[in-house]
């Protein structure tokens, strides 16, 4: 089955730095990569989603960028605000689209 | 219009007993989805329903859990003999369909079991 790994599970940055999150995924079959930010004690969100056919999808301060060949899939974020302090996932849904399998989180701080 | 809504909200129940959770999703979702968190971790795929189709019960830990979806809406994750590794947060979502969409989630309930 899919397996995603996602890295890193902590990040800090100063407001107005870039941050970004990575991604690997295991089946070459994935087709579908969405970004979810979850805030404490809430649920998750979808933020941006890309499909395969597509290397980079933009969104104002967020992108996200794909390889489909070496299987990773990465989430940025410009000018951070302490806002975005959040958990973001990332996942890949299979082609049979039966599932999403999560990546374990990345708990981002944007320090004031 | 409403979101997903999940009910209740928060469970404590005793180790052994049995404990139904309840999802309604987005209406004319014909896609739902279970997922379980634990603390501090990702999303765990339980189950899938889609349409009249056949569930994917293939994320169900083991045979206490079960679920069922009535009339293409609602849906019961039952636990039956619950215990102490149960306790999470399991979240409903649902799509407009199966596939590469949008899964809008519920708020959760949150299961401790003592």
């Known amino acids: 089955g899919e397996n995603v790994e996602q890295h890193p599970s902590t990040l800090s940055v100063q407001e107005g730095d870039s941050a970004v999150i990575k991604c690997t995924y295991s089946?070459?079959?994935?087709?579908?990569f969405p970004w979810y930010k979850q805030e404490l004690g809430k649920r998750p969100q979808l933020i941006i989603d890309i499909r395969s056919n597509v290397g980079e999808k933009k969104d104002q301060r967020i992108a996200v960028t794909l390889n489909k060949t070496a299987k990773h899939f990465s989430l940025h974020i410009t000018e951070t605000q302490p806002e975005d302090s959040a958990v973001y996932f990332c996942a890949a849904l299979t082609e049979s689209g039966s599932r999403l399998t999560f990546g374990e989180g990345t708990q981002l701080t944007v320090n004031p | 219009g409403a979101g997903v809504s999940q009910s209740p909200s928060n469970k404590v129940t005793e180790k052994g007993k049995d404990v139904e959770l309840r999802c309604d999703p987005i209406s004319g979702h014909t896609a739902l989805y279970w997922y379980r968190q634990s603390l501090g971790q990702g999303l765990e795929f339980l189950i899938y329903?889609?349409?009249?189709?056949?569930?994917?019960k293939s994320g169900l830990p083991s045979d206490r859990f079960s679920a069922e979806r009535t009339g293409g809406s609602v849906s019961t994750l039952t636990i039956q003999r619950t215990q102490q590794e149960d306790s999470a947060v399991y979240l409903c979502?649902?799509?407009?369909?199966?596939?590469?969409?949008?899964?809008?989630f519920g708020p959760g309930t949150r299961l401790t079991v003592t």
């Open positions: 329903f889609q349409g009249n189709s056949a569930p994917d």
């Open positions: 089946d070459s079959a994935s087709n579908y």
């Open positions: 979502a649902s799509s407009f369909t199966g596939g590469p969409y949008e899964q809008y």
